[in-house]
Structures are given as C-alpha cells and as structure tokens.
C-alpha cells in the first residue's frame, strides 16, 4: 500500500498537477496527515536536489529538518498548559531549577549511555573543542554537580536534548525534544527520595488526564543478581540489559534469539532469564524472591529486594501503590543506573478515535508507551570528580512529547475551544473617531495589570470587532460610545451571553477582575 501510495506522491510531484495529486492523497486509505506531509517533503526534497524548478535554478525546499517540528500557537497553548502541571508539581516538592549549555564536551557525555551512545550527535570540529550536543539532561547534571562541589540539591530541569534516533513523529518521538527532570542529589535514608519520586509521576499523569497507567519498578542490583544465577557471564550483563530492555516493544521470543544468536548467550541461560522476567507484582513478589532457590544465592540481588520491599512499604504511605507493579522485565538500557529503576506506561489512552488507522491497528492510534523513567545513578557523579568522590541521585524524566502528542489528540477529538492568548477584555468602539478614547482606556487596563487589546484600525466596524471577540474566545468586551463617555461609564458585554451592564471608569478595572478571575 505504501508503494502505491510513494508512486503516486512521485507522478504528482514530478507533473505539473502536483498540487492536485497530492490533495488526492487524502483519501486514501491507511494514509495520515503526518506521512503524507513527511513523504512530500522528501520527495520535494529529491526533486530540487535532481532537477531543480522549471527555470533550471535551484529550488530552495521550505521544510523542517527531519525527526523537527513547528508547533502552531494551539499547539503552544497546550505545551504551555502540560508545563505548567508538571513545573507546579516539581515546586510543591520543593524543587529548584538550574540550566546547563546544550553542548558539552564530547567526552562528558562518552560512555555515559551503552548502546545508544550512537545516538549522540557530534558536532563539527570548528579547530577546538571536540562537542557534543546533550543526549540528555542527566550527565549535564552530574558534571554540573562535580563541576561546582555540590553534594546535595533537589533540583527540575526543562531544556530540549537531540538523539540522532530514527524518529516516530506520530508517536512523539522526535529527534529534537523536551525533557522535564526532576532529580534529588545527597546521602539520605535508603528509598525515601526514590519513592518520593515515584510520587511525583503518579501526580502529574493524574494530574493530566491521560488515562490508566501503570508505573514499573525494578532495580539494577536484581538484574544483575539475576544474570548471575543464571549463568550471564559478567562481560555481558550490560549487553543482556540492553536485549531485555527491549521487551517492552519485542516479544520474548525475538528477545532470546537474540541474546543467543547476536549476543553469544547460552540458550539454557537465556530460557531461565525468561523464567524471572514475566514474573509481576508487589512487596509479596519481593518476599517471594528472597526465598527463591537460586536468587537468594546473589547478595546484590537480596539487597535489591530488601529495598523494593521497603520502597512498597513507603508507596502505601503515599497512597499510590495501586498504580505501581514491580516488574522484572524492566531493565532501562543507560549504562548509569545502579540501584532502582521505574517506567511509567499509559494502559490506555484517553482518547481513542475511529479512524481507518485505529482499524488497521496502525500507529497513528496514539499508541505512545513509556511517558515516564528514571531511577538511581550513585556513580555517575564520581565519573566527573577528580577524586571520584560519589554524590548519591535519584530521579525521574517526564517524557513530554509523547504526552503532548496524546494531549494534541484528545484536543482535536474535543469540541472544546483551546484559547491561544489570556486577553480578559477587548476594548472597542461602537461609533467612529473614538481611537484615542479607546488608546486612553486600554492604557488604563494594562495598567492596572489587565490583559487587554484592541483593533488596530481608526474605524473599525463593531460587528468585526465583536466577532474577533468570539473566535478568540475574549470572554468581555468594554464598549466605548459618544453615550458612554458623556455619562463616564464602559458598557461591559459578556460575549458568551450577550449581557450588557453600564460600569462606572472607577469601577470598570475591579469588574473586570472579578468576571474573569478563576476559582
């Protein structure tokens, strides 16, 4: 289908009735809005890069970079609307914010990541340093904690990292992205920051309203515990991670064949591994796995366990334990982690339109995974001291633009209208010549701090006027007339119901503030 679909694109675009072949496109079945536009763009792309326009010269392609995007003034009001959730939990904890330069020396960030150290995108040598730019915002974070001798903080970090990955734009992913991170650094007692963090998703994914979700728990230490009894030799316990990490998007049985037929494991290992991974639960699978036979035989994994029972124990307190499963196919591929590890997964979305992709079982249907992940990284800081002096952290990663692309979604199924600016009143003109009558009253208001505008005309038309109103969704109008201004009142009109009351000037601002003011 999708060949049929590129041959299509491809006639179209190399004719002279582009246009119309791709408006076509449309109907298409199976096809969306995103492939269209991202296999247009290449093509467009192609042809300048072949032909050229009509005149022989270059056609410059008006496109953004690929795994990029705009987002239009709706789409900022939402983002605008997630950050403030998400920045309103992380200061109710107490958080403080740093920020950190979007490159840093290529070697802070090598061998930070295992695998996807591929992702990193290096810079040019421009003659000096060797750059790269942020992967991420935690190794940022744990030079910044060397660099400047901290050794405890709470601290929330937005900023937008780039991995060279091969981006998913309709399941946000995206190869320029924002992450939101809130870590808590310092020697404290075993699990209480680690819980409180967990505490922390379990807040902003409610607070959301994305729809059911679960938040996976493991630690590093049962991992490695578990390669260990199972016979992992220990060169390749970070390789077999990374291979577990991938159950999430594999099934079991593409997971084996490749521990044993890429990564060399023996297939007696592997099958035992598959044992200990489908096993979920609570603090009772935590008991359960003390007694086991063989994983009581590895410390490392008894004291893993010993903390995922004390960490329930704190969850209960915190009253989010229906949401929390402890989970031993969570692995988390970076290199850093050592000791608990989470993953927040959306069960459900909360929106789920019929389409023909739904149908299909495509990817469009808003099928976005993980939202959420962090854990433990005790070393990492010591990679950056030159004493290897270690700073205990713990923390967790909001992944913000899968959210906003579920968010997007739910926006575009709801007839709810999203407002794209905070005007409280628009002050207009019911006769003409009034201009510096209404320029004197808006001067008023933004003023007295009231978010306000008008036409910039010297007549408008009232009918205009009031019409901008409602497609903006500006909740009051203050209406100026020769009437009006010899009595020394503003006829205030509420748009939603077309009331109309004559306010004193004194007394208009306070009105204003009253009519708009959110409970």
Known sequence: MLGMFCVRVCSGLMGFRA?????????????????????????????????????????????????????????????EKVFSTIIGCFKRHGAETIDTPVFELKETLTGKYGEDSKLIYDLKDQ???????????????????????????????IAKVYRRDNPAMTRGRYREFYQCDFDIAGQYDAMIPDAECLKIVHEILSGLDLGDFRIKVNDRRILDGMFAVCGVPDDKFRTICSTVDKLDKMPWEDVKKEMVNEKGLSEEAADQIGEYVSLQGGMDLAERLLQDQKMSQSKLACAGLSDIKLLFSYLQHFQVTDKVVFDLSLARGLDY???????AVLSQVGVAPVSTEAQNGAEESVSVGSVAGGGRYDGLVGMFDPKGRKVPCVGVSIGIERIFSIMEQKAEASAEKIRTTEIQVMVVSAQKNLLEERLQLVTELWNAGIKAEMMYKKNPKLLNQLQHCEESGIP????????????????????????????????????????????
């Open 127 to 157: 003659g000096g340093e060797l750059l790269s730019l942020r992967y991420d915002l935690t190794v940022p974070f744990a030079r910044y904690l060397a660099m400047n001798k901290i050794t405890n903080i709470k601290r929330y970090h």
């Open 476 to 519: 009051l109008v203050a209406i100026l007339g020769e009437q009006e201004l010899k009595d020394g009142v503003v006829k205030l009109r509420v748009v939603s119901s077309r009331e109309e009351v004559d306010i004193s000037r004194a007394a208009l601002v306070e009105e204003i503030r009253r009519r708009t003011s959110v409970a």
């Open 19 to 79: 246009a119309s072949h791709v408006r076509s496109l449309h109907s298409f079945p199976g096809i969306t809005v995103a492939q269209i536009d991202e296999e247009v763009a290449k093509l467009l792309q192609l042809k300048a890069q072949i032909g050229g326009g009509d005149d022989g010269k270059h056609q410059f392609v008006l496109k953004t970079a690929k795994g990029t995007r705009d987002y239009n003034p709706k789409q900022m009001a939402i983002r």
């Open 337 to 343: 982690y050592t000791g608990i590890i989470y993953e």
